[in-house]
């Protein structure tokens, strides 16, 4: 029908924003120099994908980022002016991709009505669209425990295959939310590269990004490490499975988020008159210990949120 043809584009879109780990990490092959920016690189990306005009000012001849003619919004809000401005936080921003890693704050000053608040909607309005484009995607993982139907031994939810468990080469990322008993979300957004032991990931990276075609990888895909939560469950389900790393990733589903200036992912506004609101809770205090896997029911596992 003409109803079904109208949502398809977006049918499509929505099944592509979860996926396995390694599903993922053939993506990473196909678009290296998308998925191993760091942010000052992917900041800089959103300058470049909208280009560049020249304009004439008193002060003669100017380079004017397009992004702030927010073309996205049919030019609602747009800043008008402040080409110098523009540039001299475009070469910040290039210097931290330069020097690969972000090594300043950048402070904006100005009497009242000099467009601060406009120059800074205008880049939070392009990263959210950009974030909804495929050059500009975005992803995190999550942890999947499927349900003790689907699995039988091992650590309770991870099991070695039998009672009608995935193939050990699957993965859970795909199971219904009815074939979950846990899934645990990551906050912090951890790269899912960090799941690769460091000396392989680079190894792996080098290859990807090998004869110029990934571009600058960032520093913390090369040198980081997961989050302190994240890597407590990685090193307790290593641990179960007996250094089996293949089986680990069984558990990863990758998922794809979206900046928002709503709801505070990626970018966000702090007034001097709101109070800080982020906090943390343990996981394990308000969650059923039943309904965790064996292997981490001795961890102390905290939510942050905020």
Same mark, same amino acid.
């Given at each position: 029908?003409?109803?079904?043809? *109208?949502?398809?584009?977006?049918?499509?879109?929505?099944?592509?924003?979860?996926?396995?780990?390694?599903?993922?990490?053939?993506?990473?092959?196909?678009?290296?120099?998308?998925?191993?920016?760091?942010?000052?690189?992917?900041?800089?990306?959103?300058?470049?994908?909208? !280009?560049?005009?020249?304009?004439?000012?008193?002060?003669?001849?100017?380079?004017?980022?397009?992004?702030?003619?927010?073309?996205?919004?049919?030019?609602?809000?747009?800043?008008?002016?402040?080409? +110098?401005?523009?540039?001299?936080?475009?070469?910040?921003?290039?210097?931290?991709?330069?020097?690969?890693?972000?090594?300043?704050?950048?402070?904006?000053?100005?009497? @009242?009505?000099?467009?601060?608040?406009?120059?800074?909607?205008?880049?939070?309005?392009?990263?959210?669209?950009?974030?909804?484009?495929?050059? !500009?995607?975005?992803?995190?993982? @999550?942890?999947i425990f499927p349900s003790q139907k689907?699995?039988?031994?091992?650590i309770g939810f991870g099991g070695a295959? +039998?009672?009608?468990?995935?193939?050990?080469?699957?993965?859970?990322?795909?199971?219904?939310?009815?074939?979950?008993?846990?899934? #645990?979300?990551?906050?912090?957004?951890?790269?899912?590269?960090? #799941?690769?032991?460091?000396?392989?990931?680079?190894?792996?990276?080098?290859?990807? *990004?090998? !004869? !110029?075609?990934?571009?600058?990888?960032?520093?913390? #895909?090369?040198?980081?490490?997961?989050?302190?939560?994240?890597?407590?469950i990685f090193e307790a389900l290593l641990?179960?499975?007996?250094?089996?790393?293949?089986?680990?990733?069984?558990?990863?589903?990758?998922?794809?988020?979206?900046?928002?200036?709503?709801?505070?992912?990626?970018?966000?506004?702090?007034?001097?008159?709101?109070?800080?609101?982020?906090?943390?809770?343990?996981?394990?205090?308000?969650?059923? #210990?039943?309904?965790?896997?064996?292997?981490?029911?001795?961890?102390?596992?905290?939510?942050?949120?905020?």
């Amino acid at each position: 029908s003409t109803q079904a043809k *109208t949502l398809f584009p977006y049918t499509t879109l929505f099944r592509s924003r979860v996926m396995s780990f390694g599903e993922f990490f053939a993506l990473v092959r196909r678009h290296p120099e998308r998925h191993t920016r760091g942010a000052a690189q992917y900041l800089k990306d959103v300058f470049d994908h909208f !280009g560049t005009s020249e304009v004439q000012t008193p002060r003669g001849p100017q380079t004017r980022y397009l992004l702030f003619d927010c073309p996205f919004a049919g030019g609602k809000d747009r800043l008008i002016g402040q080409e +110098e401005v523009q540039g001299r936080v475009y070469r910040a921003v290039s210097n931290f991709v330069r020097d690969g890693r972000i090594s300043k704050l950048i402070m904006l000053h100005g009497p @009242n009505g000099s467009a601060k608040s406009t120059f800074v909607s205008c880049l939070m309005r392009a990263m959210e669209h950009y974030s909804t484009l495929e050059e !500009g995607a975005l992803y995190r993982f @999550n942890w999947i425990f499927p349900s003790q139907k689907l699995t039988r031994g091992g650590i309770g939810f991870g099991g070695a295959g +039998e009672g009608g468990a995935p193939p050990l080469d699957d993965s859970f990322a795909h199971l219904d939310d009815d074939q979950i008993d846990v899934k #645990l979300m990551d906050e912090t957004h951890d790269h899912p590269l960090l #799941l690769l032991p460091q000396q392989r990931r680079q190894q792996l990276l080098d290859e990807v *990004t090998r !004869g !110029g075609k990934g571009g600058r990888v960032a520093d913390y #895909l090369y040198h980081g490490d997961l989050s302190p939560r994240n890597k407590d469950i990685f090193e307790a389900l290593l641990q179960s499975y007996k250094g089996d790393f293949l089986k680990v990733l069984r558990h990863v589903q990758v998922e794809r988020f979206y900046v928002s200036r709503r709801y505070r992912r990626g970018v966000a506004t702090v007034e001097p008159q709101m109070s800080v609101d982020a906090g943390a809770q343990q996981i394990t205090a308000d969650r059923s #210990l039943s309904a965790l896997p064996s292997a981490l029911q001795a961890l102390s596992m905290i939510s942050f949120g905020g």
